[in-house]
């Protein structure tokens, strides 16, 4: 694809005009909860609560609905990880225009069954492929064979002014804030946004999250152009993109103040306490602007703040390894290979002196099956606070117990975890 042309002109009041039947103006929230922990006023946009639980409904639609009546007719395409597909869905179902969807196999059954729920028999479903990158290029092999329109999830125009209609209820409902915390995936958000903010309130520095096993935008700034990342942790789904697009990056690179890389662990942690403290359910991705607080505190001291809440579209299937993340990132659970002496009580002494008052095992498996009295134990161990960690390690070496660290032996913990 070529760079955006500089004769392009964005109308984000003739869009949000277009966008009425089908996208919800959300609530810009403040939260008191957030705001005190990081003694600065924090604002949630809350793209969460659209009808289809995110804000990508707003490009999807946008597009679609300018489409010609002949190229209506014809029928649209798309390639999505799932919040894309649901809008797209949502929009042809809306509009009566027939669709197909691309999806990746591994996507979440909740936002597959949403999908279907939202185009009913005005889509249809194909899943393909490992990676949003994989199903996109069956797709586009579809549209032009079919001669069907290709509505990308972010690099195109009229999908960037959709979503960049976020932003336009964000400075028209709250003059010149400091910063806006924007989640990135291929781009096309923060483009929008990007764009609005430099018309509407040029003052605002814009912050863009990505997650840390995905770093496809700022692999494209430090090469001066999108590049395509060989491989990706897929677990923030929304967002894990391995390159972004062309028009989103021209757009967005002069206007990023900074790119900030929000480890998946930390993501978990956000997800969590967004849950328990406020009683908001987002999804990975929804969780990437909050997450990034923790990691720019010093800088928003005092300052206006709003994080972009992009989506809630999360299967309940997946609190469990949520919460994995989450205690591991927080140094709350351990893994060790121990090695108990040959004898009689060696597991009763482990328990009654190595392990704090308020430690927990949580997981416990002999290695080799056949000869469990010789073999070393995989032991779970969950802490209630980081540093009980340390006074593990000592009773460990205090009691010549013969142990192996898995959590730091990345090849240990992914063939045993």
Same mark, same amino acid.
């Given at each position: 694809?070529?760079?955006?042309?500089?004769?392009?002109?964005?109308?984000?009041?003739?869009?949000?005009?277009?966008?009425?039947?089908?996208?919800?103006?959300?609530?810009?929230?403040?939260?008191?909860?957030?705001?005190?922990?990081?003694?600065?006023?924090?604002?949630?946009?809350?793209?969460?609560?659209?009808?289809?639980?995110?804000?990508?409904?707003?490009?999807?639609?946008?597009?679609?609905?300018?489409?010609?009546?002949?190229?209506?007719?014809?029928?649209?395409?798309?390639?999505?990880?799932?919040?894309?597909?649901?809008?797209?869905?949502?929009?042809?179902?809306?509009?009566?225009?027939?669709?197909?969807?691309?999806?990746?196999?591994?996507?979440?059954?909740?936002?597959?069954?949403?999908?279907?729920?939202? @185009?009913?028999?005005?889509?249809?479903?194909?899943?393909?492929?490992?990676?949003?990158?994989?199903?996109?290029?069956?797709?586009?092999?579809?549209?032009?064979?079919?001669?069907?329109?290709?509505?990308?999830?972010?690099?195109?125009?009229?999908?960037?002014? @959709?979503?960049?209609?976020?932003?336009?209820?964000?400075?028209?409902?709250?003059?010149?804030?400091?910063?806006?915390?924007?989640?990135?995936?291929?781009?096309?958000?923060?483009?929008?946004?990007?764009?609005?903010?430099?018309?509407?309130?040029?003052?605002?520095?814009?912050? @863009?999250?990505?997650?840390?096993?995905?770093?496809?935008?700022?692999?494209?700034?430090?090469?001066?152009?999108?590049?395509?990342?060989?491989?990706?942790?897929?677990?923030?789904?929304?967002?894990?993109?391995?390159?972004?697009?062309?028009?989103?990056?021209?757009?967005?690179?002069?206007?990023?103040?900074?790119?900030?890389?929000?480890?998946?662990?930390l993501v978990c942690s956000t997800i969590l306490k967004l849950y328990n403290e406020d009683?908001?359910?987002?999804?990975?991705?929804?969780?990437?602007?909050?997450?990034?607080?923790?990691?720019?505190?010093?800088?928003?001291?005092?300052?206006?703040?709003?994080?972009?809440?992009?989506?809630?579209?999360?299967?309940?299937?997946?609190?469990?390894?949520?919460?994995?993340?989450?205690?591991?990132?927080?140094?709350?659970?351990?893994?060790?290979?121990?090695?108990?002496?040959?004898?009689?009580?060696?597991?009763?002494?482990?328990?009654?002196?190595?392990?704090?008052?308020?430690?927990?095992?949580?997981?416990?498996?002999?290695?080799?099956?056949?000869?469990?009295?010789?073999?070393?134990?995989?032991?779970?161990?969950?802490?209630?606070?980081?540093?009980?960690?340390?006074?593990?390690?000592?009773?460990?070496?205090?009691?010549?117990?013969?142990?192996?660290?898995?959590?730091?032996?990345?090849?240990?913990?992914?063939?045993?975890?």
């Amino acid at each position: 694809m070529s760079p955006p042309e500089s004769s392009h002109i964005f109308n984000f009041e003739a869009a949000a005009l277009r966008l009425k039947p089908a996208v919800l103006h959300t609530p810009l929230q403040l939260s008191a909860s957030l705001s005190a922990k990081y003694k600065c006023k924090v604002f949630l946009k809350r793209e969460d609560l659209q009808v289809v639980r995110s804000y990508k409904i707003r490009g999807a639609y946008n597009m679609i609905s300018q489409l010609s009546l002949k190229r209506k007719a014809r029928g649209v395409v798309c390639a999505s990880a799932g919040n894309h597909a649901q809008g797209f869905a949502w929009s042809c179902k809306a509009l009566g225009i027939k669709g197909v969807i691309y999806m990746p196999s591994p996507t979440p059954k909740q936002k597959v069954k949403q999908v279907k729920m939202f @185009g009913g028999e005005w889509i249809e479903l194909v899943m393909t492929g490992d990676t949003f990158d994989d199903c996109l290029k069956e797709a586009l092999e579809y549209t032009s064979a079919n001669g069907k329109t290709f509505v990308p999830p972010f690099d195109d125009f009229r999908v960037i002014e @959709g979503q960049g209609t976020v932003a336009l209820e964000i400075v028209e409902e709250l003059s010149k804030p400091d910063y806006i915390f924007v989640p990135v995936g291929g781009g096309g958000l923060i483009a929008g946004v990007s764009e609005v903010v430099k018309l509407k309130s040029p003052c605002t520095r814009i912050i @863009g999250v990505e997650p840390e096993g995905a770093p496809s935008m700022v692999a494209a700034l430090a090469n001066g152009k999108p590049v395509t990342l060989e491989t990706i942790d897929k677990f923030v789904d929304g967002a894990a993109v391995k390159r972004v697009g062309t028009h989103t990056f021209e757009m967005a690179k002069d206007r990023i103040h900074q790119m900030l890389l929000a480890p998946e662990g930390l993501v978990c942690s956000t997800i969590l306490k967004l849950y328990n403290e406020d009683a908001i359910v987002v999804e990975p991705a929804g969780a990437l602007s909050v997450a990034a607080l923790e990691m720019y505190k010093d800088h928003i001291k005092g300052k206006t703040v709003v994080c972009i809440v992009s989506g809630s579209n999360n299967d309940i299937s997946r609190m469990q390894e949520i919460m994995e993340r989450s205690l591991l990132y927080e140094g709350l659970k351990h893994y060790f290979l121990v090695r108990f002496p040959q004898r009689a009580g060696a597991l009763r002494h482990f328990v009654n002196n190595v392990l704090g008052p308020d430690d927990d095992i949580t997981r416990f498996e002999f290695i080799k099956k056949n000869n469990r009295e010789a073999g070393p134990a995989l032991v779970g161990i969950e802490m209630k606070a980081s540093s009980d960690y340390n006074v593990l390690v000592s009773n460990m070496k205090k009691h010549k117990v013969a142990y192996t660290e898995v959590n730091n032996n990345e090849s240990l913990f992914e063939y045993l975890i």
